[in-house]
């Protein structure tokens, strides 16, 4: 691979790495890339851990001596982990040092597919609301399911573009960029990047990152943090991109705490800190983040929507008790013919993000009325609310592929009506047991076809 990377490339080595790790750097990236994956805390399965080696930054993760077919594993389907690149996982890292105990409000600007997304709301509180936000569509369809497979029921998923949340000024808490960019930090992963990078692109990259900034940063708080990612190296998108921030814009360096020996790199330019991964140092691909705290007084105040939700009558309400635990502080809503478990102050900012924003899903929708007959959706198999005297029937491993793979299939049970579908303990989805067939409700468009 090293006879194939860019002159222009190679060159800009002696910026952001000593001579003497050139060479170690250009060898690692003709090794086979590591593969890792991130647990689900709330579905974690731990006999699945105990021979694997955990990634020194990540609480929850691991890497895996081999690659499996994910796609052939039910519990990678019931949301039971991620699989993620290593160094991107630091980002748990930045935000546990920064996380106020409070209340946020969290917007990922380009989060699909999910890594990052599930990441932060496995660490935010319960009563903080995540927005997952990705423009192009068909990427917005695949955050949406990974989100819902991940289990939690305190996010929205919009499709907007990053000039129009500029105009909700002083909304959010904290904001995750992680910026389209180069792709230095892919050429080992995908060699696609080496023919598609250019000093031009990097230029054209680097003035993007820039528009994206300025017009995202009037939405944060003053206080409220903004966390940058790339997965590129050159400085002219990362260092230079934050020392523009903060000469421009009021925003200060924060550093973050590292323990001795990760093989984490901490660039401190001008009072600037970022951290660095590089292949040759550590278990991981190439990627730079940093965050920075925005600074003045908060001397605008959100205006007040109308809420654009209804609570839900209370005879319906008593429908529900019997499928699920509801949360403390939580309540039934409707909104264009689907019930949702919301909290309230939640049913306040996504009113006020729809004024702004193209809100594509809500979380917790949990089903529909039809004429008195509840149809539990696919949200709610996917979290742990599911009220424990609801049917629950164990499939086989062949039985789990089938029902994903929405095959018929054949079980003995005495069981009849609505029950999650499990593999290992773990919900995969609904079915229906009539007396001479099972209705799989298992979604059309996420069906296993493998």
Known sequence: MENTLPADFTNKLAHILPENEHQSF????????????????????????????????????????????????????????????????????????????????????????????????????????????????NRADILEENLVRWGNSNYIVTQTDSQVWGSLENFFDIIVVDAPCSGEGMFRKEPQAITEWSLDNVNLCAARQKRILADVLPALKPSGFLVYSTCTYNTQENEENLAWLVKNHHCKSIKIPLEHDLGIKESSLDDIFAYRFFPHLLQGEGFFIACLQKTGNNNTHSKTKKNIFTLLPKKQVDIFKNWINIPENHQFYTYKNQIFLLQEHHTQSISQIAGTAYIKHTSLQVGELKQNDFIPSHDLAMTNLVNANISRLELSYEQAMQYLRKQDFTIDTPIKGWALMQYKGLNLGWAKILPNRINNYYPVHQRVRK
């Open 26 to 137: 250009l060898d690692s990236l003709q090794s086979p890339p590591i593969t890792s994956i991130r647990y689900n805390s709330q579905k974690k399965l731990q006999n699945y851990i105990d021979n694997q080696k955990p990634v020194s930054w990540c609480k929850d993760g691991y890497y895996l001596s081999e690659r499996p077919s994910f796609t052939e594993d039910p519990t990678f389907w019931a949301g039971s982990y991620y699989v993620q690149e290593a160094s991107s996982m630091f980002l748990g890292k930045v935000i546990e040092h920064i996380l106020p105990k409070k209340a946020l409000r969290v917007l990922d600007l380009s989060a699909a597919p999910g890594g990052k997304s599930t990441h932060l709301i496995s660490l935010i509180s319960s009563d903080s609301l995540l927005v997952a936000n990705e423009i192009i569509k």
